[in-house]
Structure formats: C-alpha cells, structure tokens
Nanobody
Framework: QVQLVESGGGLVQAGGSLRLSCAAS????????MGWFRQAPGKEREFVAAIRWSGVSKFYSDTVKGRFTVSRDNAKNMAYLQMNSLKPEDTAVYYCVLKDERYSSGLWYQGPYDYWGQGTQVTVSS
C-alpha cells in the first residue's frame, strides 16, 4: 500500500506562488505515475498534472499549462507542484495521486489513480 500526504497549501493573493509537496510512504515502484487533481467548491474533481517515474514525461491540463510545474524526487519519495501566476479560479482542494503504470490502460497520465492523499486547501484571493 501507499500513503500520500500533501502539504504547502494556504492563502495567497492573485499573481502569487505556492509550492505543494506530496510525501509518499509504503510501497515504491519505478513504474509509478504521480500527479495532482483539484476540486473547487461545487465543481467536479479535475486533473491538474502528472509525472512519470523518470521525471522526464510530464502532462498538464490546459488550464494550468505554462503556470504550474510538476516535479518529483524519487530518492525522497516526494512529488511537488510549483504554482505560479495564481488566479482566483485556482482556488480548490489539491490532491496528490499515484498509480502503477503497469496496470493502467490508455495514455500514461490518464486515470484511474489508485492512491489519493487527503488534500490541501489552496485559496487565491483577488
């Protein structure tokens, strides 16, 4: 099993930056894909970004492309989401996710993801 714990959320003004961290514990495997989802009040959960074990392959939603950067440090079992140029519409609970790529079909960044963190709140004020 894998446990994921997010940190780094908070309140920031529009145009500001935040860096989310995700600590993974338990099983680790070199076929893992880690990523981020978010859910705003009254809205469906949406995909934000994903990164493969190698750290080279990354994928972003159109809404965050060019503003957010996903990264990971496999030696520390960590994933990160650097969020720049934040907008009020980025306000949401952000979830760290992980899956084993070997057991998923479709494109590598697509779900479903097997493991989810508890979420961290990001609030962007205008």
């Amino acid at each position: 099993q894998v446990q994921l714990v997010e940190s780094g959320g908070g309140l920031v003004q529009a145009g500001g930056s935040l860096r989310l961290s995700c600590a993974a514990s338990g099983r680790t495997f070199s076929t893992s894909v880690m990523g981020w989802f978010r859910q705003a009040p009254g809205k469906e959960r949406e995909f934000v970004a994903a990164i493969r074990w190698s750290g080279v392959s990354k994928f972003y939603s159109d809404t965050v492309k060019g503003r957010f950067t996903v990264s990971r440090d496999n030696a520390k079992n960590m994933a990160y989401l650097q969020m720049n140029s934040l907008k009020p519409e980025d306000t949401a609970v952000y979830y760290c996710v992980l899956k084993d790529e070997r057991y998923s079909s479709g494109l590598w960044y697509q779900g479903p993801y097997d493991y989810w963190g508890q979420g961290t709140q990001v609030t962007v004020s205008s």
